[in-house]
């Protein structure tokens, strides 16, 4: 009789099948049966309905010969506001950083303090899985629930307005929620990075929120100090004072709420044409007028950039000191 | 000539100043029970998970199944089965779904592994309480499905690192009847570490004894007694006594 002899793999499997595979599904299950994911899933509807709700009022506020004027009518569902509530944009630019930390901040020191860790790691499994199947969980869930909320808002929106988006306001929102999605990994990868720092859950959840008060509150008032102390008493030319706002707006830069922001107003407002300050010789001869949706694009490079480039020093700190550490049971 | 499945040649590992493993060198044969014995401290887990590839070993080598875990630990998981002190599962999940789970991270067809996990709850106890959340099971029970969470990978080896701390009397004697068994019936080699001197005594071919990293003496029951007691048929509490007085001395000198 012929024995049948069965390759063994020599590489690894590719990484959607197999343990892997098996490791995404169960952290996702994880999220779903949550209490967690119920109450963050209930404050993105009831901002969804919030910042809807304020961008038809002041739709519906403005005199019809103003609306005949406005361009982008779709877009302007996402950013604009009756002033009564925050737009949509800003809302969600506030509540990711939360997402991401509630689907992070318990990742490993959960597993290691219900003894799970170890049994898991005594599997035939690379150590990284462990970390790659928290991230890309994480990760997929945040990139359902927003691009839900992008199709539900848009939906509402049709309705509401009975005029279908053009094709780059349709781009344009894309681009909006891709973006928010790399803002909100960011989060996540800050939050797993602290669940790998501390053994405590509260204390890791406590270290993310810090960081994101920091940034949102106390890192522009201190650049504020900082300015205040930097300028010159006098600007001797307008090139000067141009450059001075510059060199602060770099500085603001390092904050990557401050990078979010800049690249949503790009993405949102097609007539912004410059994030930065500008001098009068280089606004002369200017028409005013939108961006198309390549050059958009183009101008928030830089700030795309920037919240990748945090994100991969997140996760590879992370994946550093995992990757290094000796598990013993709990 | 018998078969050597674990060996450990020169193995230490040092944590800053304390060396918490010196210089270790042990055998474990095929299709026997060792018992790794030792007070709290004395670097059992650290050999533990240096033979797991769970640590890198300062220096000396293992080598389980073969195989260096420090180079290829994947495939020494594959054929070890590891069960933690104090082991752990996903509370919100039920017992045959923490199996299953397992099942999958080793790559175990879904068929096969319903039925392994079935036959193996069975075989611990635990038919009843395969539906109910693993949060709802006793101490006993934890360690009754961790010892069947290791046996999902079908292990040719499998290591209990203090699997019998925290259960009833009645428990105990049921779970080391249940080692007994496997190693009879599949031919398991079983690594058991403890340092409750009679369960040891129970089930145990072979020990070693621990103290402060270094492995003291090690061979059967018989052979130790005549060693350290000069006489046959000693208990091993006697010899454990002997040997930690042998250390005090030597420590005075």
Redesign the interface.
């Known amino acids: 009789m012929n024995t049948i002899k069965i390759p063994l793999p020599s590489s690894r499997p590719a990484l959607g099948a197999g343990p892997f595979g098996a490791m995404i599904q169960k952290e996702m299950a994880d999220h779903l049966r949550s209490w967690r994911f119920l109450l963050l899933l209930g404050l993105l509807v009831l901002t969804c309905l919030g910042s809807m709700y304020a961008a038809l009022s002041s739709f519906s506020s403005l005199p019809p010969s103003e609306l005949a004027k406005m361009e982008f009518f779709f877009l302007k569902l996402f950013s604009i506001s009756d002033g009564s509530l925050p737009s949509y944009a800003i809302f969600i630019g506030f509540l990711g950083p939360l997402l991401g930390i509630a689907l992070g901040f318990d990742a490993i020191n959960s597993e290691h303090n219900n003894g799970t860790l170890s049994r898991l790691l005594s599997q035939p499994i690379y150590r990284d899985y462990v970390l790659h199947a928290k991230f890309l969980a994480a990760l997929a869930i945040s990139a359902i629930l927003l691009f839900s909320l992008t199709i539900v808002v848009s939906g509402w929106g049709l309705l509401a307005l009975g005029i279908p988006p053009g094709a780059d306001e349709v781009l344009r929102i894309l681009m909006f929620t891709l973006l928010t999605i790399a803002y909100i990994s960011l989060w996540i990868n800050l939050a797993i990075l602290f669940s790998i720092v501390f053994r405590q859950t509260s204390a890791s959840a406590l270290g993310s929120l810090s960081v994101w008060l920091f940034f949102s509150v106390f890192f522009n008032m201190l650049i504020d100090v900082v300015a205040k102390h930097l300028a010159p008493k006098q600007f001797l030319s307008e090139a000067q004072a141009v450059a001075f706002q510059n060199f602060v707006l770099n500085l603001l830069r390092f904050n990557p709420i401050h990078l979010f922001n800049e690249a949503t107003n790009i993405v949102l407002m097609p007539s912004v044409r410059s994030t930065g300050a500008l001098t009068m010789e280089q606004i002369s001869g200017t028409l005013p007028g939108a961006l198309p949706v390549g050059q958009s694009l183009l101008m928030i490079g830089p700030q795309l950039t920037g919240l990748f480039a945090s994100t991969i020093v997140l996760f590879a700190l992370g994946y550093f000191l995992f990757m290094r550490r000796e598990v013993r049971s709990r | 000539m018998q078969n050597t499945v674990i060996e450990l040649k020169e193995l230490t590992r040092r944590y800053g100043d304390f060396t918490a493993v010196r210089s270790l060198n042990l055998s474990v044969h095929k299709g026997e029970i060792f018992g790794l014995l030792g007070p709290n401290g004395a670097g059992k ?1 650290t050999t533990i ?1 240096m033979m ?1 590839g ?2 890198e070993p300062s220096s000396g080598k293992a080598l389980v199944a073969g195989l260096d875990p420090a180079r290829n630990p ?2 020494v ?2 054929r ?3 069960l ?9 999940r039920t017992g045959l779904e923490n199996l299953l ?2 099942g ?4 175990i067809p879904e068929k096969e592994a319903q039925a392994r996990a079935h036959n193996l709850l069975k075989k611990v106890g635990l038919s009843d309480a395969a539906h109910k959340k693993t949060s709802t099971y006793s101490r006993g029970m934890r360690q009754r499905l ?1 010892l069947a ?1 290791v046996l999902m ?1 079908q292990p040719e080896i499998i290591i209990l ?1 203090e699997p019998t701390s925290g259960i009833d009397p009645q428990g105990l004697r049921f779970f080391l009847e249940l080692l007994r068994t496997l190693r009879k019936e599949e031919g398991l080699t079983i690594l058991f570490s403890s340092h409750h001197l009679q369960q040891v005594e129970q089930v145990c071919d072979r020990v070693g004894l621990f103290v402060q990293g270094q492995l003291r003496a090690c061979g059967s029951l018989q052979e130790l007694s005549e060693q350290w007691l000069k006489r046959p048929n000693g208990a091993l509490e006697e010899v454990y006594n002997c040997i930690l007085a042998h250390q005090l001395e030597t420590e005075k000198l």
Do not use: I
């Open positions: 887990s998970l797991l769970l640590t994947l495939e998981k594959r070890v089965g590891y933690p002190e104090d082991v752990g599962f996903y509370d919100n789970y397992t999958r991270l080793n790559g961790g969470d990978k690192d």
